[in-house]
């Protein structure tokens, strides 16, 4: 199913513009989540409040858009609400403020001709796909801890595997956001074991175009690692893209020079915006 190529958008978004300027890059988040997701509840206008007054030159809102129905977020999408209000804070912060619309997606094989039809039906800046359920548990402590770590892994890889081979999304979201998850639960060098598998997923989603997200918050692990990102990169990654996956103004507090850093420890120099689907890749 994952290879049958439902809801791809025309190759043209794959082309890239490479920009010739070489100042320095204002602040970018492209993940981040308002009351349009069902698990937050920040304004619109006071995030584009705090990110003009943070510096930002660009901001990315990636709503949750969920096709299982044992995720609280089932149904809770507004396409046409959210359009609406992308467009207001377009037009309300213009000249101050680039904003993009984009979504999340939760991804599960089982829901990939769910997601092509929605896909097929909608016009986004950029989407993400992401995965954070393990056949039917979420990816907390509860979830991981309803089944062996090596289970979960594998799951998680297959998952991310057939989302890798789906051809409808532009971004892989927080690649081992089981590690986040697992992170105080299970000794370090048990979860530090399934690294080259992730590092294996990071090469194959740059051979199949995909770009990889840095997600970096102030407090939590970064994703994902360095040897994931290196990987990326060695296997001719065209690009990435960053962000915190905010879901409050608490956790949109900045932290730009941390993720700039950790970025340039990985190696990559450049990152990917969005317009119409279309990429454009800036120098750091």
């Known amino acids: 199913m994952a290879g049958g190529g439902k809801g791809r958008k025309p190759v043209a978004f794959l082309r890239r513009e490479r920009t010739k300027r070489r100042r320095a890059l204002a602040p970018v988040d492209y993940h981040i989540h308002t009351a349009f997701s069902a698990d937050s509840e920040m304004e619109p206008l006071a995030l584009c409040e705090r990110a003009v007054a943070l510096g930002y030159g660009e901001t990315g809102f990636a709503e949750h858009v969920d096709f299982f129905p044992g995720d609280r977020g089932f149904g809770y999408f507004d396409a046409r609400a959210y359009g609406k209000a992308v467009a207001e804070m377009q037009a309300r912060f213009a000249g101050r403020l680039t904003i ?21 039906g909608e016009e986004f800046d950029f989407v993400i796909g992401a995965v954070h359920w393990l056949d039917g548990c979420f990816i907390d402590e509860a979830g991981l801890t309803a089944r062996p770590l090596e289970e979960a892994y594998r799951i998680y890889e297959r998952e991310t595997r057939a989302l890798v ?58 994703l994902p690692t ?24 608490e956790q949109f507090a900045g932290g730009w020079e941390r993720t700039r850093a950790y970025l340039e420890e990985a190696g990559v120099r450049e990152v990917t915006l969005f317009r119409g689907r279309r990429r454009r890749v800036v120098a750091l």
């Open 226 to 249: 360095v040897e994931s990102l290196r990987a990326y990169l060695g296997a001719g990654g065209q690009g990435v893209t960053v962000g915190t996956d905010s879901h409050s103004l």
């Open 100 to 120: 993009r619309k984009g979504v999340e997606v939760d991804f599960q094989e089982r829901c990939l001709d769910d997601i092509a039809r929605f896909l097929s």
């Open 165 to 222: 081979g789906a051809g409808m999304f532009d971004i892989l979201g927080h690649l081992d956001y089981i590690r986040r998850r697992a992170v105080g639960h299970y000794d370090p060098a048990r979860v530090e074991a399934f690294a080259p598998m992730m590092a294996h997923l990071a090469a194959e989603a740059a051979r199949a175009g995909l770009l990889l997200e840095v997600n970096v918050q102030r407090g939590r692990l970064p």
